[in-house]
């Protein structure tokens, strides 16, 4: 005789569960995670939220060590709600903020999807917008492997980046002219020239991983063979991608630049807009 993995009772013959059990189980899990959206997004009650959170486990047989991954939930989904316009206000970032003192929640929890890094670069974005330069949203533990210039501030840090650098090479192309003249078996014999052309070929060179910084007056990346800065109004082109973003600086010889490995998105418009202040 099985039991039923839920409730614990007698399930029937080669059974482990009951099918209103999983069900209870199901919904409430569903209910749990609606209500943390409605709480950050709506009342801020979240005493009443954990005491509702609470009575539903009780009810849905959810144990207590599944309820963290319920509330990461929960949240993942109410910043969704949040960034859909792709701006956080400040009265958004504050009832995460209630929310997370309220539960204490350490960083890593809330940022097992990467959610809370998004809660910090839609914050430094507006603040940019705003005019404002941004202070004391990231700590960086140990040395930076730049010199930042007096009243520079670091506005984020991507590390393992990928630096591309745009080259061009010489190719000869063309073909043969003539006839095939068979000489044995299998074998043949061109007549003719070769009439061809060189041509330049345009390809993006792999030059190195590194770290790749933006402050309120540079771009920097560095690593262990190429290291330098870009002073925004040196920029004459920037190009978001899902996963990078290219540069091109405003001088005769440069050629653009691809850096592969950070959010393109975040990058974009942090450069664009600290342009302005």
Partial sequence: MGTCKYCGQKAGF???KHKECEDKYKNGKSEIIKLVES??????D???????????????????????????????NVLEIFLDDDILSEEEEERIRVFRDFFNFNQDVLDKNGSLQKVVKASIIREITEGKIPENRIQIQGALPFNLQKSEKLIWMFQNVELYEQRTRREFRGSHSGVNIRIAKGLYY??????????????MKYIDNGVFAITNKHVYFASSSKNFRIKFDKILKAEPYEDGIGLQKDTASAKPQIFKGIDGWFAYNAITNLTQI
């Avoid at 959170?53 to 144990?63: A, G, L, V």
């Avoid at 061109?190 to 390809?203: A, D, I």
Wanted: charged share 30%; no cysteine; hydrophobic share 35%.
């Fill in 190 to 203: 061109r007549t003719g020239g070769f009439r061809g052309h060189p041509v330049q070929v345009e390809e």
């Fill in 39 to 44: 709480a950050i997004a709506e009342t801020s």
């Fill in 46 to 76: 979240f005493n009443k939220l954990k005491s509702d959170i609470e009575k539903i486990s009780n009810e849905s047989f959810i144990k207590q060590e599944e309820l963290e991954g319920l509330y990461v939930a929960g949240f993942d």
């Fill in 14 to 16: 080669l059974k482990s």
